[in-house]
């Protein structure tokens, strides 16, 4: 059922909310752009399409081994042995030799920072026994974690036909690292690391946007011949997190130039707006069998979304619910969602719950409410199915 809104919240939404932001065409072949405090996905360029992560797939990787540390099952300075096979994998390495002990927190770092194959093999190997069983534990967390357009082949994102991801199942991981292990988050921004010293030359974080975008603090890049150059980018400004994932790019400088873009249009043609404080009533529900005839609904926490910048006519908000409710009815109980859609963005959906308790009524009490919500709803009442 949909409640058309009151008056004066009609009018306070139609004041707040505006017309679409200009959209962005992003050069990348995929794109994801999400708002993480609100959840308002602001760009998807083919965001579910799986295709070759490359090396962002490392942050499945890095997910369990945080996922580890937090079990207490290994700690920061637990030694793991590097193996023949960890040693020889090609492509970006921390530089391992089989004699190393290197320790989870360098490990880590040499994912991250240095986004080594050699690091990922080690860590696969240490946790799981071998990279095909580590690869496994990848495809089961990916499913606990709604990763739908993904599956895992290695640790590291060598290029393999198994190896896929899509930029939506991305940003979903990026975010659930961010939330879940935020004691562990700062190794995203440092800016260099060199195992043992060596290498000096290849010390520097591949992220482009650390130093570059006000705010950015992580997290992950990727390139290979079939994938092209990725990003999974974020960045903190005047308390908003953006988070940006994109792929398929021609050139290292261009994954950089587009990264910002994408970062400094999301920061600046949106902005949240709170569109109902906490308890205030939006709307109302009809109670059947109840001893009052109605229930306000209202949001249990200060309704914040996001929305375009640029001044302009109203969009369409409404209440949806499956009414009439029947009693009894507890306060905070969920009873509908308030449903703002806009052209060009997902609708975004906040949860109302019931204002007051409404006990069941009596039974003579029953009957005439009954009577009283049957004729609202018949008798052309705002309410419509």
Sequence with gaps: MTHRLPPLFAALVAIVLALPAAAFD???????????????????????????PASMSKLMTIDLLFQALAAGRVQLDTPFTV???????????????????????????????????DACVTVAEGLAGSE???????????KKLGLTNSH??????????????????LATLAIHIMKTYPQYYHYFSEQSFAYDGRAPANEDNRDPLLGRVPGADGMKTGHT???????????VQGGR???????????????????????????????????????????????????????GLVPAEDATVLLPVTAGASIDAKVVYSGPVRAPIKAGQKLADLVISEAGMEDR??????????????????????????????GGAAATQ
């Excluded at 082949?153 to 199942?169: F, K, R, V, Y």
């Excluded at 959906?349 to 709803?377: F, H, N």
């Design 26 to 52: 992003t050069a990348a072949t995929a794109a994801y752009v999400v708002d993480v405090n609100t959840g308002t996905v602001l760009l998807n360029k083919d965001g579910d399409t799986p295709m070759p």
């Design 132 to 142: 095909e069983a580590f690869a496994e534990q990848m495809n089961i967390e990916a």
């Design 225 to 235: 011949e079939a994938s092209g150059y990725g990003l999974v980018g974020t960045a």
């Design 152 to 169: 895992y082949a290695n640790a590291s994102g060598w290029p393999d036909p198994g190896q896929l991801m899509s930029m939506h199942d």
């Design 349 to 378: 959906q906040i949860p109302l719950v019931a204002a007051a308790d409404v006990p069941q009524g009596g039974y003579m009490r029953r009957i005439e409410t009954a009577v009283i919500v049957l004729s609202r709803k018949f």
């Design 241 to 295: 997190r953006v988070l940006v994932v994109l792929n398929g790019m021609t050139s290292m400088a261009g994954r950089g130039t587009e990264g910002e873009k994408l970062l400094n249009w999301a920061f600046r043609q949106f902005a949240e707006k709170t569109v109902a404080k906490k308890g205030a009533v939006v709307a109302t529900a009809p109670v059947w069998m109840g001893q009052a005839t109605s229930v």
């Design 83 to 117: 193996s023949t096979r960890a040693k020889n994998m090609g492509g970006s390495t921390m530089f391992l030799n089989e004699r190393d002990r290197p320790t989870v927190e360098q490990l880590i770092q040499g994912i991250i920072v240095l986004s080594g194959n």
